[in-house]
Structure formats: structure tokens, C-alpha cells
């Protein structure tokens, strides 16, 4: 027996970089109907236009993910970053007392996150759609 569709609204709030991280500015642009055959993400949901091909072949550009709002996130988890009022999403990487944020495309290289710059978790990527 298949489970009933749920449909949930999902706001859209800007783009996110892949690539070098852009100026994060929140610009609610609508909302993103999702419709899930299964349980859907708990928690805080949001949605961001992927914009560069740091993240391809995995996240191609123009891409939406659906991000559940988190202050952590574990290793190897793909997640929104701000970086100095900049926003960026790759794959965190914890090395020791290092935090990497690794990019999926090998021509991009990892960004090594410091003491001397302000970065702060955003979310974790639940989900990506892609249009086709």
C-alpha cells in the first residue's frame, strides 16, 4: 500500500553560491511546493538557487536545494555556509582541529575555515531539485 503524496511549501529565500561564496542577502522569491511520497524533513525548511559549478556534477547551477535549517553539521554532510556575510554550500570536512569546505568539482579548491573569519552553519542540505 503507497502512502498518500504530502505536499509541502517551502520558502525560497535567494541564491547560494557554488563556486566562490556570493554576499548573502535574504530575498524571499516565492515558495517551492515539494511533494513528498514518504515522510517529509522535519524541522525548519528553506530552499536557495544554486548558482556556479563548484558543487557539479553532484548540484549543477541553477539547482534549488532544500536546506534544513542547523547550526552543525557532521562529516561529509553537504551544507549552506556563511563566511564573512558571504554565503557558499559545499561539503564539510572536519580534519582535526580544521574545518574544510570541499567543493565536489576538482577544479575548485577547499576553503579552510579559521578563527580569523566569521562562519556560521546555516543549514544542511536535505534535498535538490533539479529541472529537466
Do not use: W
Amino acid at each position: 500500500m503507497v502512502d498518500k503524496a504530502k505536499v509541502i511549501s517551502i520558502p525560497i529565500l535567494g541564491t547560494i553560491a557554488c563556486g566562490k561564496p556570493i554576499f548573502s542577502e535574504e530575498n524571499y522569491e516565492g515558495h517551492l511546493n515539494k511533494v513528498y511520497f514518504g515522510d517529509p524533513p522535519t524541522g525548519e525548511l528553506f530552499a536557495l538557487t544554486c548558482q556556479g559549478d563548484s558543487m557539479a556534477p553532484y548540484i549543477l547551477d541553477g539547482d534549488k536545494v532544500i536546506v534544513r535549517k542547523q547550526e552543525t553539521v557532521e562529516n561529509d554532510e553537504i551544507a549552506a555556509v556563511l563566511i564573512n556575510n558571504e554565503a557558499t554550500l559545499k561539503t564539510v570536512k572536519y580534519v582535526g582541529d580544521k574545518t574544510l569546505l570541499i567543493p565536489k568539482n576538482d577544479a575548485y579548491d577547499p576553503l579552510v575555515l579559521t578563527p580569523d573569519n566569521q562562519n556560521q552553519v546555516l543549514g544542511k542540505v536535505v534535498s535538490i531539485i533539479r529541472d529537466i
